[in-house]
């Protein structure tokens, strides 16, 4: 198994332009999460999923931030427009009843 | 909802040394406690879980103790190695077993050879 996959593992952007970030969790695994870590806030959760359902998006800091889970094997978490205080490491998590797998996580720098 | 505290934020022990890492959460109806590794550039690793069933759990050089009756859970380390060095999480989940996971705010462990 390949594990968590994500993409791309850094991206730096402009203010202001739109970035999406991908993932593809493990296949069968359930449930999918998206965090978001940096220095001050450690590892916060933004938003997760349940059988491709958003069940709980109250992490989520603006409506600038939204996510889709169109398959089993596919989220996106897109960032429209970024700013510089978005810039942090945004790690995709799967789980099973084994616990949470996560990604390598993508390193977002917006300057 | 459930809130993790952990303690200390910075350890640093000498090679061959025990390091222990404390949380307590809030919510007494938490009943699975998973503990992470985070090594530089990687997304964090399950190294050790605990259910409340029991009150400790062991695998090689690391354990787990749980004591509900004061909500506080550690993750102990015996015979440190620099390898050993990275930044532990330990997790408890909001609405029992099935909830998302909460993360406490991680410790930096530095094992000195």
């Known amino acids: 198994d390949a594990g968590v996959i994500q993409s791309p593992r850094h991206e730096v952007t402009e203010m202001g332009q739109e970035v999406t970030l991908r993932c593809k969790p493990i296949?069968?695994?359930?449930?999918l999460f998206w965090y978001r870590q940096t220095m001050m806030r450690g590892l916060e959760l933004l938003i997760y999923?349940?059988?491709?359902?958003?069940?709980?998006d109250s992490g989520m800091p603006e409506d600038r931030f939204s996510a889709k889970m169109p398959n089993a094997s596919f989220s996106t978490l897109k960032i429209q427009p970024s700013e510089p205080r978005d810039s942090a490491v945004y790690f995709c998590?799967?789980?099973?009843?084994?616990?949470?797998?996560f990604g390598s996580g993508t390193r977002l720098t917006v300057v | 909802g459930e809130n993790v505290e952990q303690h200390p934020s910075t350890l640093s022990v000498q090679e061959g040394d025990s390091a222990v890492i404390k949380c307590t959460y809030s919510d007494s109806a938490s009943n699975y406690f998973p503990w992470y590794k985070q090594e530089l550039g990687k997304g964090p690793q399950l190294i050790i879980d605990?259910?409340?069933?029991?009150g400790e759990k062991k695998d090689q050089r690391i354990a787990v103790t749980l004591n509900k009756t004061a909500k506080h859970f550690s993750l102990h380390i015996t015979e440190t190695q620099p390898e050993d060095s990275a930044v532990y999480f330990c997790?408890?989940?909001?609405?029992?077993?099935?909830?998302?996971?909460?993360f406490g705010k991680g410790t930096k462990l530095s094992v000195k050879p």
């Open positions: 997790a408890a989940p909001q609405g029992g077993s099935q909830g998302n996971l909460i």
């Open positions: 999923f349940n059988n491709n359902v958003p069940i709980d």
């Open positions: 998590a799967s789980r099973s009843v084994g616990g949470y797998t």
């Open positions: 605990i259910r409340s069933n029991v």
């Open positions: 296949s069968g695994h359930d449930y």
